[in-house]
């Protein structure tokens, strides 16, 4: 049998808001938070090779960071275990038969970095074996699979049913197919909202933050302020940036930046050149980004901030 293969955009996001709210009795961080989708992705292969003689799935990951875990610690390969658990086996009840799925990951998004790229990966390779297996999962049902791995997959998912265009037809009519959300309860129930259109810098700063170390951190430390994602979500609709601006805030930075103070260097920088001001912390850190009024301003920030942080971009918001 010939192999199939598919290629897909799997595209960072960025907070524009995030809110804790309290612990939740099971554990997890009660979280309203406002997701956007970037242009800044990781090119996704996934090559599926059926064959008639063995029964269970092969996974073989490649990359081309050296660093990158190349099994069950990848989201990536993690995602194609929980696949075949799924939808493949012996049985005549089986949606696959055996077979080998090869993927490969050029890896632009930086590790780690509140940029939900390991979340994309994964959500990419539940896109792709919905497509190479023919499962027809909507929206929906591939959000609940992905909820299974993380909770910024089901928001990747949403994504990337709205911006890879070898994705697009079969969820056209999908209200769930969006490249922004309001996310609430730990981060999975999503509502797809009007996002933003802007140019931005990313800047990462040299170092590794611990997401559980953050939440768990988040529990001591006085906020000050929170967002009020009522009203952002109000200005995104009208894209009133001054109220953007307000409420671009993202309580986990109470506990980060007091941690870290590259991640304090770093936001200072880009406050300073950034004209409009909006900048943010995303997610857990260590990441930072900046809105900008232009293109030319983007590279321009991003060519100061490389000077700091090897990994310092520019790029825009998808819509």
């Known amino acids: 049998m010939n192999p199939k293969q598919i290629e897909l955009k799997a595209f960072a996001k960025i907070n524009l808001s995030l809110d804790v709210q309290g612990l939740l009795d099971n554990g997890f961080h009660k979280v309203e938070m406002v997701m956007q989708q970037i242009l800044l992705c990781d090119d996704v292969s996934v090559c599926w090779a059926p064959s008639e003689y063995k029964s269970g799935i092969d996974i073989l990951l490649s990359t081309n960071k050296y660093y990158l875990p190349k099994d069950a610690r990848n989201l990536a390969y993690k995602a194609a275990l929980l696949m ?54 909507s929206i929906s049902e591939l959000c609940i699979l992905g909820a299974k791995l993380g909770s910024d997959v089901p928001f990747c998912i949403m994504g990337q049913a709205a911006a890879n265009h070898n994705l ?45 170390q953050v939440y768990k951190g988040i529990d001591t430390v006085e906020i000050p302020a929170h967002p009020d994602n009522d009203a952002l979500l109000d200005a995104l609709e009208i894209n009133h940036r001054e109220t953007i601006k307000k409420n671009m805030v993202n309580v986990l930075e109470n506990f980060t930046l007091k941690s870290y103070p590259m991640i304090v260097y770093t936001k200072n920088k880009i406050q300073y050149l950034c004209k409009s001001g909006c900048v943010l912390m995303s997610g857990s850190g260590p990441t930072v980004f900046g809105l900008c009024d ?26």
């Open 84 to 137: 075949g658990d799924e939808f493949s086996g012996s049985d005549g009840a089986a949606w696959v038969s055996g077979g080998t799925v090869k993927i490969d990951i050029k890896k632009r998004i930086p590790v780690a970095a509140g940029l939900a790229g390991g979340s994309s990966d994964g959500a990419a390779v539940l896109h792709a074996l919905n497509r190479l297996w023919n499962l027809n999962l």
């Open 168 to 212: 697009m037809t079969g969820y056209k009519d999908d209200p769930l197919a969006c490249h922004c959300a309001l996310a609430t309860g730990t981060g999975t129930e999503l509502r797809p909202i009007k996002g933003l259109k802007s140019h931005l810098v990313l800047s990462k700063p040299p170092i590794a933050v611990s997401t559980a």
């Open 294 to 319: 232009s293109m030319k301003e983007a590279k321009y920030i991003c060519k100061q901030m490389l000077k700091d942080n090897k990994e310092s971009y520019w790029t825009r918001t998808t819509w």
